[in-house]
């Protein structure tokens, strides 16, 4: 027994297929601001919470004894709610209890997305960046994430460099549109060509959305893959509570699928978490009833954060992407000359007081993102003017 745990202690028990992945850089960034006292502009939470008329419905449903397991698939109000809030953007009636599946947010889809459908030696295609789940929930499932690279200025969803990727084993393309980290969305042209790859290979679609409500420019708009000729049937669409209703903490997400992929996800949903918080399920319906007027105000107020954070910015030697939707942007700060990324994020936080993420742990090759940095604008009007203030005392050398 002793002997085990001194082996425990000395050697790293992490399983081969996540020891690569390390601990997530939010978690790591997150750390760096609190002990520097910095202003967190890194991991993507609001410092604000959503409407308390959500709050208020949680704490009803608790009261009204909704406390015991959930429905496997979802609460049946808030399945229904979920498929009235979709029905229009992906231009079908949708069956709330055979084609929404209620998971632990949006991580949890895409883990049970992938857990559900993949075998070992699959291949899952995405563009990078991308959301660093996405790796390393594919290594847990034996497969392998291939990548097709975003590039900066545009980062346009490049549907040729995609088909170029595909091989006999890919099973699934990823994609994610509003983009984290880039804030780019899909057009209507990049969505048929990615479409098109798809029906041609015979491909599964799994489309991240969870920033869907977070279009900020506003001759654009947000477009579903699955709303794409012949893709309804191929297509997975995920979904989240947490950024549209400023609830990161609640970890309610879902995925809208056909039957036949809903079965899939389900095979591993049942297992991973099987239900999600009944009360919290009740008081999503409640938040998804709040409709247009509720997304309109949002997107005002994100566009003006966004503007402040612009303005900022550009006050900087930085090269500011800016952002059509979601509430972050990139920047270039090679001409700052403080090094990768890491280092420029670290020299941030130590010297100017304002917590950035290094993007490179969202590309397969972190030599990618080097010259990259993500900044998050989902605070308050007054933190953005304190960050911005720091901010503008960057310096080209
Ligand atoms: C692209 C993307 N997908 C998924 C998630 C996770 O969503 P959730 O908090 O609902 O698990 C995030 C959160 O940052 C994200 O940026």
Same mark, same amino acid.
């Given at each position: 027994m002793v002997g085990t745990v001194s082996h425990m202690a000395t050697s790293s028990a992490v399983s081969h297929a996540l020891?690569?992945?390390?601990?997530t850089i939010f978690s790591r960034m997150t750390e760096l601001a609190r002990q520097h006292g910095a202003i967190n502009l890194?991991?993507?939470?609001?410092?604000f919470d959503g409407p308390e008329s959500i709050c208020v419905a949680a704490a009803e449903a608790m009261r009204a004894g909704h406390n015991q397991y959930a429905p496997m698939g979802g609460v049946p109000q808030l399945q229904e709610a979920i498929a009235r809030d979709a029905a229009e953007g992906l231009g079908r009636t949708i069956?709330?209890?055979?084609?929404v599946t209620v998971t632990s947010g949006c991580t949890e889809a895409i883990a049970a997305t992938m857990a559900g459908l993949l075998n070992p030696g699959d291949e899952v295609i995405a563009f990078e960046?991308?959301?660093?789940s996405y790796p390393a929930t594919v290594a847990m499932c034996g497969a392998t994430l291939k990548t097709v690279t975003l590039r900066p200025p545009t980062f346009a969803f490049d549907a040729a460099r995609l088909e170029v990727a595909v091989? *006999? =084993?890919?099973?699934a393309v990823l994609l994610n549109t509003p983009?984290?980290?880039?804030g780019r969305v899909a057009t209507a042209n990049e969505l048929e060509a990615i479409a098109d790859v798809c029906r041609r290979h015979d491909l599964i679609a799994i489309t991240?959305?969870?920033? *869907? =409500?977070?279009?900020?420019?506003?001759?654009q708009q947000h477009l579903c893959l699955?709303?794409?000729?012949?893709?309804v049937d191929r297509t997975i669409t995920l979904r989240s509570l947490g950024k549209t209703f400023s609830?990161?903490?609640?970890k309610i997400g879902w995925a809208i699928a056909p039957a036949h992929l809903t079965a899939a996800i389900r095979s591993a949903h049942q297992f991973l978490t099987?239900?999600?918080?009944t009360p919290l399920q009740h008081a999503a319906a409640h938040a998804l009833s709040l409709g247009e007027p509720y997304y309109r105000t949002l997107r005002d107020e994100y566009r003006q954060r966004r503007d402040v954070l612009l303005q900022g910015l550009s006050q900087t030697p930085l090269r500011v992407f800016e952002?059509?939707?979601?509430y972050f942007v990139m920047c270039d700060h090679?001409?700052?000359?403080?090094?990768d990324d890491l280092a420029f994020c670290r020299w941030l936080v130590e010297t100017v007081g304002v917590a950035a993420i290094?993007?490179?742990?969202?590309?397969?090759?972190p030599r990618s993102g080097a010259d990259l940095v993500r900044f998050a604008f989902c605070k308050s009007l007054p933190v953005l003017e304190a960050a911005s203030k720091r901010l503008a005392g960057l310096r080209a050398p």
């Open positions: 020891r690569p992945f390390g601990t890194g991991q993507g939470f609001p410092d069956d709330p209890a055979g084609e960046p991308f959301y660093d091989t *006999d =084993r890919t099973r983009h984290n980290p880039t991240d959305e969870v920033y *869907d =409500r977070l279009v900020l420019e506003g001759e699955a709303a794409c000729d012949g893709m609830l990161t903490g609640w099987y239900a999600v918080p952002p059509e939707g979601t090679a001409s700052l000359g403080h090094g290094p993007p490179s742990s969202f590309y397969a090759d």
